[in-house]
């Protein structure tokens, strides 16, 4: 420490112990303020008080003196340890930018607009549990079909959205809604298995609905099954479609099905996020969520996928472990 900070704090403290006054104690906190614009050490600091002690008190008692190399010795660690949390908060509020702006660019790359389609009402809703979503759902459309993409990473952060800038850059890769569903996926899984880590894999079901034949037609690469609701048998039953995960191997083989919507029968296509919901009790069983379904299938497609996720978040008291993302398709 300069002999200056020196002099200039013996007579601080000189004076704080003649009179221990509030302007004695303003005087120090602004002291204070130039040691740490000096970058002075709290080691240091305590030295300098030690020496200055002993020469305003001269018959300082000796175990009080010693006590202060105590105290230097822990400042020194108390010091160095301070300087890496500071570093590491430091560090952290970086990253939470980073991610953030990461955050906002995924946002805007991978935004896509609900088509509004006649005699068909269409709801989404994608909520990330953290700041990047893992999740995606794209459409495609024309005059009369729409084509839907629900994809889920198996992992999170940014890894998982490059990997679903990949899933991007496939499906604007194609030619229109009527494609099907079968060629997304081949076309798809060969841009994943090329472009993405072997540790990173995908699961992905596209359908598509044509207005005309009120016909849904889909395949799925190792995801979450659909559920198809009946409004004429009030059932729900699951749509079933074999494949692979994206990425694994370059040729897999894809199973395609259809199935022939009446009035007021829907679809819901969905991520694990939904269909692995966990309470306090447990996992939240496939019934539940059927019966949540189930009670506003009345409503509009956009109007039943917030509600589903509102009662799904309180029934996890409102902590979201895992991406959320609800696709319906609705004939009306």
Same mark, same amino acid.
């Given at each position: 420490?300069?002999? =200056?900070?020196?002099?200039?704090?013996?007579?601080?403290?000189?004076? +704080?112990?003649?009179?221990?006054? =509030?302007?004695?104690?303003?005087?120090?906190?602004?002291? !204070?303020? %130039?040691?740490?614009?000096?970058?002075?050490?709290?080691?240091?600091?305590?030295?300098?008080?030690?020496? $200055?002690?002993?020469?305003?008190?001269?018959?300082? !008692?000796?175990?009080?003196?010693? $006590?202060?190399?105590?105290?230097?010795?822990?400042?020194?660690?108390?010091?160095?340890?301070?300087? #890496?949390?500071?570093?590491?908060?430091?560090? %952290?509020?970086?990253?939470? /930018?980073?991610?953030?702006?990461?955050? @906002?660019?995924?946002?805007?790359?991978?935004?896509?607009?609900?088509?509004?389609?006649?005699?068909?009402?269409?709801?989404?809703? $994608?909520?990330?549990? %953290?700041?990047?979503?893992?999740?995606?759902? +794209?459409?495609?459309?024309? #005059?009369? !079909?729409?084509?839907?993409?629900?994809?889920?990473?198996?992992?999170? &952060?940014?890894?998982?959205?490059?990997?679903? $800038?990949?899933?991007?850059?496939?499906?604007? !890769?194609?030619?229109?809604?009527?494609?099907?569903?079968?060629?997304?996926?081949?076309?798809?899984?060969?841009?994943?298995?090329?472009?993405?880590?072997?540790? /990173?894999?995908?699961?992905?079901?596209?359908?598509?609905?044509?207005?005309?034949?009120?016909?849904?037609?889909?395949?799925?690469?190792?995801?979450?099954?659909?559920?198809?609701?009946?409004?004429?048998?009030?059932?729900?039953?699951?749509?079933?479609?074999? &494949?692979?995960?994206?990425?694994?191997?370059? @040729?897999?083989?894809?199973?395609?099905?259809?199935?022939?919507?009446?009035?007021?029968?829907?679809?819901?296509?969905?991520?694990?996020?939904?269909?692995?919901?966990?309470?306090? =009790?447990?996992?939240?069983? %496939?019934?539940?969520?059927?019966?949540?379904?189930?009670?506003?299938?009345? =409503?509009?497609a956009q109007a039943m996928v917030e509600y589903?996720?509102?009662?799904?978040?309180?029934?996890?008291?409102?902590?979201?472990?895992?991406?959320?993302?609800?696709?319906?398709?609705?004939?009306?």
């Open positions: 420490m300069p002999q =200056e900070f020196k002099r200039q704090y013996k007579e601080i403290l000189e004076q +704080y112990t003649l009179r221990q006054t =509030e302007h004695n104690l303003y005087e120090g906190q602004n002291f !204070s303020r %130039q040691l740490i614009q000096k970058n002075i050490s709290p080691e240091e600091v305590i030295s300098i008080h030690k020496a $200055s002690l002993e020469e305003i008190i001269p018959n300082l !008692s000796a175990d009080v003196s010693h $006590s202060f190399d105590l105290l230097i010795e822990v400042m020194i660690r108390y010091g160095l340890a301070l300087k #890496e949390h500071q570093t590491l908060i430091k560090k %952290q509020e970086n990253f939470k /930018m980073e991610m953030e702006l990461a955050s @906002n660019v995924q946002q805007t790359l991978l935004k896509t607009k609900i088509p509004n389609m006649f005699g068909l009402d269409i709801g989404m809703i $994608s909520v990330p549990a %953290q700041e990047m979503n893992g999740d995606y759902a +794209y459409f495609l459309n024309d #005059e009369t !079909s729409v084509g839907v993409a629900v994809a889920d990473v198996i992992g999170k &952060g940014i890894p998982a959205a490059l990997c679903m $800038s990949m899933i991007k850059y496939g499906m604007d !890769s194609l030619t229109g809604a009527k494609t099907d569903p079968i060629v997304v996926l081949d076309v798809i899984n060969r841009i994943v298995e090329k472009s993405v880590s072997d540790s /990173m894999f995908i699961s992905m079901f596209y359908g598509t609905y044509n207005t005309t034949r009120s016909e849904f037609t889909y395949a799925s690469a190792g995801h979450e099954p659909p559920l198809f609701y009946c409004a004429k048998s009030e059932r729900f039953t699951e749509l079933q479609a074999k &494949g692979l995960l994206l990425g694994v191997v370059p @040729n897999v083989k894809y199973e395609q099905h259809s199935v022939v919507f009446d009035k007021e029968d829907f679809v819901v296509m969905m991520t694990d996020g939904v269909t692995e919901c966990r309470s306090k =009790e447990g996992f939240i069983e %496939q019934q539940t969520v059927m019966d949540i379904i189930e009670s506003v299938r009345d =409503e509009s589903v996720y509102k009662k799904l978040e309180e029934l996890q008291d409102f902590e979201q472990r895992d991406d959320f993302t609800l696709v319906i398709f609705k004939k009306i």
